[in-house]
């Protein structure tokens, strides 16, 4: 590919080592790193979101992390366009760039292009937002059984948030939410994607994140819990590791129990990452500490 530009991609479940190795990468190519992570964004939320510490943040150049306030709302269509605008201005320069993160929507939209959706009412948003509250997710499930059958086959039924999105669209237009989706035109990008995923044994992974969340504790989470407590009923704020420590503050849970289900539903999140990134033919999966094969594989790709 000659001087043709390069984004390398590292994705993976939570917990698994990509901080560490996207910046090694990013030092071997002296380069930037851009962060997929969308809990990462938000400036309020550090110890609970295992951003990247100031020494790495001082070794390579990151963007998108503090880059947003948890009471805006981001978009993956937003994320898209301000990364490709970064990204430009990273390629003025060099003709490679990291980008890593665990959000899987997030990371398909920079490397393919995002479906153009029409703008909703807020309004139905809301009407929405307080029918889930008020009846359950069930309610949600009926509505987009009965008006985009298509996209309720193929859509996580138990998660509250797509299907609320799926919905406004489906009310605002009066048109099925999955007909803005296949209509979509993938753009070329001015760069080739070359996609590491990490995954190592299950166990493995799961003694590591357990190890995290308990040094997640030790470094202040549930004081950074409790200062955010006025925010809780924001959308960035509905996410694990806060939640469980919320209902702790709360007095429903003991420390203990909190501790546990932020664990467990860690555990439970980065098997869903994985199911995610391992229905991408484009990955080609490596143990974390495989630094070798990664360059290797990196370099007979560019």
Request: hydrophobic share 35%.
């Amino acid at each position: 590919m000659g001087s043709h530009n390069a984004l390398i991609v590292i994705a993976g479940p939570t917990a698994i080592g990509k901080t560490e190795l996207a910046i090694k990468v990013a030092l071997n190519y002296d380069t930037e790193i851009i962060s997929a992570d969308s809990r990462q964004f938000y400036k309020e939320m550090s110890i609970g979101t295992a951003k990247p510490n100031q020494t790495e943040l001082g070794t390579v150049k990151h963007h998108f992390i503090d880059s947003i306030s948890i009471e805006e709302s981001y978009s993956a269509g937003r994320f898209e366009n301000e990364t490709l605008h970064q990204l430009n201005e990273i390629y003025k320069k060099k003709n490679t760039a990291v980008l890593v993160g665990g959000s899987g929507l997030f990371i398909k939209a920079v490397c393919e292009g995002f479906d153009e959706f029409p703008d909703v009412d807020p309004l139905v948003r809301d009407f929405l937002n307080k029918e889930y509250a008020d009846k359950g997710i069930q309610t949600l499930q009926d509505q987009l059984l009965e008006l985009d059958p298509s996209y309720a086959k193929e859509v996580d039924l138990n998660n509250p948030q797509r299907l609320i999105r799926a919905l406004e669209v489906c009310m605002s237009t009066g048109q099925p939410f999955s007909l803005y989706r296949s209509n979509s035109i993938k753009l070329n990008r001015p760069f080739s994607s070359i996609k590491i995923g990490l995954n190592m044994d299950r166990p493995l992974l799961y003694e590591r994140i357990n190890k995290r969340v308990d040094m997640m504790i030790q470094a202040g989470l549930v004081d950074e819990v409790d200062k955010l407590k006025p925010f809780r009923h924001l959308n960035a704020l509905n996410t694990v590791g806060y939640a469980e420590i919320f209902d702790y503050l709360d007095g429903s849970s003991s420390l203990e129990q909190a501790i546990d289900k932020i664990k467990q539903n860690t555990r439970r999140f980065a098997k869903r990452q994985l199911t995610w990134f391992r229905k991408d033919p484009d990955i080609t999966w490596f143990h974390p500490e495989d630094y070798r094969g990664i360059i290797s594989h990196i370099s007979q790709q560019k």
